[in-house]
């Protein structure tokens, strides 16, 4: 009897834990159940399953309306766009306040990729220094330097002339204003069509080579009279010519055969079964080009395959030649002789200049090397190098300063260092220049003491060049484009002797002027 009442009493315990256990797994998958559903209903989730837009502000109002909660709206939608978190995939647009989803590639059903979106962002930029610009709201470069504050300076011995003068250079750039320049031609249509590729201005800043884009395809060249670049009419005649070529032009220069400025060294690509070519177009081809001096001059072609670069000799030593950088070699032509030198190098020659004092010819490579060429030894061995300085990237610009100790470069990873000849090292570096393949120059101007280059976010940036200050920041009038990287040349008396300092822009079929105030 003991025995079945034990028994009995096991099997009730055995039922009472049976029925909680029953009890607490019915609670538990309840509560699966409930989280499951806020699970696909949370958006965060749902998000990855669906391609519908996000707003995570949406998310942040229901987690900030709880009971109690005396939160104001603005400090709730405040915090919910600056914690944003980034999702791959996913961007978040701050003014809409959403997720848009992003899928890889350039097509028309997506048209929201990573490139549009920094373009956007580019042109919003772009847009707002040029608004900044048109309410002349000019920034000074340096703090504390304006023109009554210098001249005060001056006055007490502060500064010296050399200085007072570099300062109210810069103080001058920073005030430039654009304007933009009426060009007058014998074919206006032609104006309105074709495209400015390249400006080039010679060693008086009288004359303005251009080669443009024609719409049919090719190119075509002319010269621009400055002389009538004159505040505040800017009307400029463009002489033509009908000299048209359907090669690429990679490189020019101005050549002083007859006289100064003469003709334009042109480095034309080959282009199916013709080959490439340097050749020499006479300015006086151009009509009035350079009234009374210019006389019928030599027009003529050297049959070069491959030429990167050009550069004509100022030098006594090596009078009436030029210079092409082919790949792999240094050809050195006399015009009138027409003898050649080659000198070997290791890699592509993408730009060249010839020192004025010394018989010298820099060149600035692909493989990022700069080597410099002495002219009074022959090509045989390795006697004709005179400096070697190296960057980590192809070297696209080189300029020599006028005392021939230093030389500045600049390269396709956006790198512009001045290095010391002497010393073979870099002693200033000037950042913010934009480039990462192409083929773009430098200027640089001592007289003013500054530097200019277009980077290829089409921005026309000005250093200083005594110290590497960035003066300015010139936005481009068009949208930013590849194919629309703006052409500049900045001289110290733009139209000759008698004219003013400034910087002319061309861009698109327009002509731009940056003059002093």
């Not at 950088?325 to 032509?333: D, N």
């Not at 020192?355 to 060429?373: D, M, Q, T, V």
């Not at 192409?438 to 921005?459: F, K, M, N, R, T």
Request: proline share 4%; aromatic share 10%; charged share 20%.
């Amino acid at each position: 009897m003991k025995q079945l009442l034990r028994s009995k009493h096991r099997h009730k315990h055995m039922y009472v834990i049976f029925f909680f256990l029953f009890s607490e797994m019915s609670k538990n998958w309840q509560s699966r159940r409930r989280h499951g559903r806020r699970f696909l209903q949370n958006p965060w989730f749902r998000l990855h399953d669906s391609n519908e837009s996000y707003n995570p502000g949406a998310l942040q109002s229901t987690r900030d309306s709880s009971p109690g909660d005396d939160e104001s709206p603005s400090t709730s939608s405040s915090t919910g766009s600056s914690s944003v978190p980034d999702l791959p995939g996913y961007y978040f647009d701050p003014e809409k306040k959403r997720y848009f989803r992003l899928l890889p590639g350039h097509n028309n059903c997506n048209p929201l990729t990573r490139e549009s979106i920094l373009q956007r962002e580019m042109e919003k930029k772009r847009l707002q220094l040029l608004e900044e610009e048109d309410n002349q709201k000019k920034k000074i470069a340096r703090l504390g330097f304006n023109a009554t504050s210098m001249l005060r300076k001056s006055q007490l011995g502060f500064l010296n002339v050399t200085n007072y003068c570099r300062l109210a250079h810069e103080l001058r750039v920073s005030c430039m204003q654009r304007k933009k320049v009426h060009i007058h031609s014998s074919d206006p249509s032609a104006l309105a069509s074709d495209r400015f590729n390249l400006i080039l201005a010679d060693t008086n800043s009288d004359r303005l080579f251009t080669v443009n884009d024609v719409k049919v395809g090719g190119s075509k060249y002319g010269i621009i009279n400055l002389r009538g670049l004159k505040i505040p009419s800017l009307k400029v005649h463009m002489h033509e010519n009908l000299y048209f070529t359907n090669r690429k032009v990679n490189s020019v220069c101005w050549a002083s055969l007859n006289h100064l400025d003469s003709h334009i060294l042109l480095c034309l690509m080959g282009l199916a079964e013709t080959p490439g070519c340097a050749t020499l177009l006479p300015a006086s081809l151009f009509v009035s080009s350079h009234p009374g001096v210019d006389r019928p001059g030599m027009l003529c072609s050297f049959r070069i395959p491959g030429a990167w670069s050009c550069a004509w000799s100022l030098n006594i030593q090596a009078n009436n030649c030029f210079s092409t950088g082919l790949s792999r070699r240094v050809l050195l032509t006399n015009v009138v002789t027409g003898h050649q030198q080659s000198f070997g190098t290791s890699s592509d020659v993408l730009t060249q200049q010839f020192a004025l004092l010394a018989p010298l010819l820099f060149n600035g490579c692909r493989s990022g090397e700069i080597f410099a060429i002495d002219l009074r030894c022959g090509n045989q061995g390795n006697g004709w190098r005179a400096a070697r300085l190296f960057h980590d990237s192809a070297v696209t610009s080189v300029q020599i300063l006028q005392e021939e100790q230093w030389v500045m470069a600049s390269d396709m990873a956006g790198k512009i260092k001045l290095w010391d000849l002497r010393t073979t090292k870099c002693i200033r570096q000037y950042e913010g220049h934009v480039n990462e393949h192409a083929y773009l120059p430098l200027h640089v101007h001592e007289e003013e003491g500054i530097v200019v280059a277009v980077g290829q976010d089409c921005y026309t940036r000005i250093w200083s060049l005594n110290d590497a200050q960035l003066l300015r920041t010139i936005p481009s009038p068009y949208p930013a484009s590849k194919a629309d990287i703006p052409s500049v040349a900045f001289s110290s008396r733009l139209g000759g002797f008698r004219g003013g300092p400034g910087l002319l822009m061309a861009v698109q079929q327009d002509l731009y002027c940056f003059s002093y105030g």
